[in-house]
């Protein structure tokens, strides 16, 4: 009897022991889901008072994120957009797309900082508007190629 109450005690703490860790694994993925979430609103705050769009490019699957304040700086519609790369290069200007994309590739080969360019964007009524577009490579791999600007 006495071992028996021994093994319950000792199992007892045992789960004693991992119901502490499993109540500090909760508190530290709720901190971390308040921090991502603090950090999520603070990226938004700064991008509404810029009045700026959003994109992201993965160099690795090709997908191309849009915020819907692109859309509407660029008068576009998300429902007839494809989310890639493409359909960037379809709106730019004829004339400016040779001069867009030789300031693209020249940051993909690690020529410069940043992309920096102006240029016309063709809206879905055909209207041509001035725009800026700006990134960088915010993921390289090991060799320095990018993998998301």
Do not use: C
Not at 30 to 49: F, I
Not at 103 to 116: C, D, M, P, Y
Not at 137 to 145: C, I, L, Q, T, Y
Request: hydrophobic share 40%.
């Amino acid at each position: 009897l006495q071992q028996a109450l021994a093994d319950a005690f000792s199992v007892g703490l045992a789960n004693l022991d991992l119901l502490l860790a499993m109540q500090d694994a909760r508190q530290v993925a709720e901190q971390s889901a308040s921090a991502a979430l603090e950090s999520e609103q603070r990226l938004q705050l700064a991008l509404d008072a810029n009045r700026d769009g959003l994109w992201d490019w993965d160099l690795r699957t090709g997908k191309v994120y849009r915020s819907q304040r692109y859309y509407e700086l660029t008068g576009r519609n998300r429902d007839t957009s494809t989310p890639d790369f493409e359909f960037f290069k379809s709106t730019v200007a004829a004339d400016d797309l040779p001069r867009v994309l030789a300031i693209i590739e020249a940051h993909k080969q690690g020529l410069t900082e940043a992309i920096n360019f102006e240029y016309r964007l063709a809206t879905d009524n055909g209207e041509l508007k001035w725009m800026e577009g700006r990134g960088r490579a915010v993921e390289r791999d090991a060799s320095g190629a990018p993998l998301r600007i």
